[in-house]
Nanobody
Framework: VQLQASGGGVVQAGGSLRVSCEAS????????MGWYRKAAGLQRELVAVITTSDFGSDTTNYGDSVKDRFTISLDNAKKTVYLKMANLKPEDTAVYYCNFKRWGAYAIDVWGKGTLVTVSS
């Protein structure tokens, strides 16, 4: 599996931004795909992840600091996840990394190159 992230950049506090991540090569459900971030001097943390299911609805999980501000979505046909970030704060400044996971017999854990999001005050 390869991941191609796009988006990111500089935005003023209170603004919005969208990053996306396209997966290719051996992408089949179920899987978990989403975003983590690492700010300077801090540990990497969960931003948002969407987990597909062959038996029901996909599920989403968000980091506490982004709940109610960020929204993750998946275009399964395009194998692309989108992270819409609203009401951005300077503390959201970080390198955002896309991640793809599968488990079981075909377990895999792939990280994409990071994309920098800078929120200016």
């Amino acid at each position: 599996v390869q991941l191609q992230a796009s988006g990111g950049g500089v935005v003023q506090a209170g603004g919005s931004l969208r990053v996306s991540c396209e997966a290719s090569g051996g992408v089949y459900s179920p899987f978990a795909m989403g975003w983590y971030r690492k700010a300077a001097g801090l540990q990497r943390e969960l931003v948002a992840v969407i987990t597909t299911s062959d038996f029901g609805s996909d599920t989403t999980n968000y980091g506490d600091s982004v709940k109610d501000r960020f929204t993750i979505s998946l275009d399964n046909a395009k194998k692309t996840v989108y992270l819409k970030m609203a009401n951005l704060k300077p503390e959201d400044t970080a390198v955002y990394y896309c991640n793809f996971k599968r488990w079981g017999a075909y377990a895999i854990d792939v990280w994409g190159k990071g994309t920098l999001v800078t929120v200016s005050s």
